[in-house]
C-alpha cells in the first residue's frame, strides 16, 4: 500500500526529469551550437514518449496484472500535454518570435508541421477533460471513446517526427513500430471482449 502512495509523486518527479535537463544544461551553456533546436527536439521527443508510455499503461497491467500503474495514466497523459506544448510554445516564441503569418505559411508548406500541430489540436481536448469531474459530465462510455483520440495524436506525432528527419528514418520507425504493436495489443483485446458476448 505505501508503494501505491509513492508511485504517484515517484513519477511525477521522474517525468520532470527532461525538463529539469535542459533548464541545467541552459544554465551551463551545454546545449549545443544551437539551443533552440535542441530544446524543440527534446520536447518534441519526450512528448512522443510520454504518449506511448501512457497507451501502454493498460496493456501493461493487462500483461503484469499490476492494478496500481493505472493510477498514474492520467499523470502520463498530461505530461505529453505538458512537453507538447512546451514544444510549441519553443516554435512559436523561440523560433517564429510570435509572426502569426509565417507560422501559417508554415503549417499550409511543410507537412511535417502540419502533422505535429494536427497532433497538438488533438491533445487539447484530451487534456481538457482529463478531470473526474469531467468524466462524470461526459459520462464513461463518451470519454473513453473521446480518449480514443490518442492513438490518432500518437500516430500523428509519428508521421511528425518522421517527416521531420532526412536522413536517419530508425528512430521514428522504431516509435512506429512500438504504436503498432500496442494498436494490435488493443484490437486483439477487442475482438476476445467481443468473441465473449
Known amino acids: 500500500m505505501r508503494g501505491a502512495r509513492l508511485l ?5 518527479a521522474a517525468a520532470l526529469g527532461p525538463l529539469a535537463y535542459l533548464a541545467l544544461g541552459a544554465w551551463q551553456g551545454r546545449l549545443g ?8 527536439r527534446s520536447t ?8 506511448l508510455i501512457t497507451l501502454a499503461v493498460t496493456p501493461a497491467r493487462r ?6 500503474i493505472v493510477r498514474v495514466r ?7 500535454f505538458f512537453y507538447g506544448s512546451l514544444h510549441l510554445v519553443t516554435y512559436v516564441w523561440l523560433d517564429q518570435f510570435f509572426d502569426l503569418a509565417a ?21 487539447v481536448p484530451l487534456a481538457i477533460t482529463s478531470t473526474s469531474g ?24 509519428v508521421v511528425h517526427y518522421w517527416w521531420l528527419v532526412k536522413l536517419d528514418t530508425q528512430p521514428p520507425r522504431n516509435y512506429g513500430i512500438l504504436l503498432a504493436g500496442l494498436l494490435l495489443m488493443r ?8 468473441r465473449q458476448i
Do not use: C, Q
Request: proline share 3%; aromatic share 14%; hydrophobic share 55%.
Open 8 to 12: 504517484k509523486p515517484l513519477i511525477f
Open 33 to 40: 551550437a544551437n539551443p533552440i533546436e535542441t530544446v524543440t
Open 44 to 51: 518534441g521527443l519526450w512528448t512522443l514518449r510520454f504518449m
Open 63 to 68: 500483461l503484469t496484472g499490476w492494478n496500481d
Open 74 to 80: 492520467r499523470m502520463l497523459g498530461l505530461f505529453a
Open 103 to 123: 507560422i501559417a505559411k508554415d503549417v499550409v508548406k511543410r507537412p511535417f508541421i502540419t502533422a505535429g500541430f494536427s497532433a497538438y489540436a488533438l491533445l
Open 134 to 157: 469531467m468524466i462524470r459530465r461526459l459520462g464513461g462510455r463518451w470519454w473513453r471513446r473521446l480518449h480514443r483520440l490518442a492513438y490518432a495524436a500518437a500516430a500523428l506525432g
Open 187 to 194: 484490437a486483439a483485446t477487442s475482438w476476445r471482449a467481443r
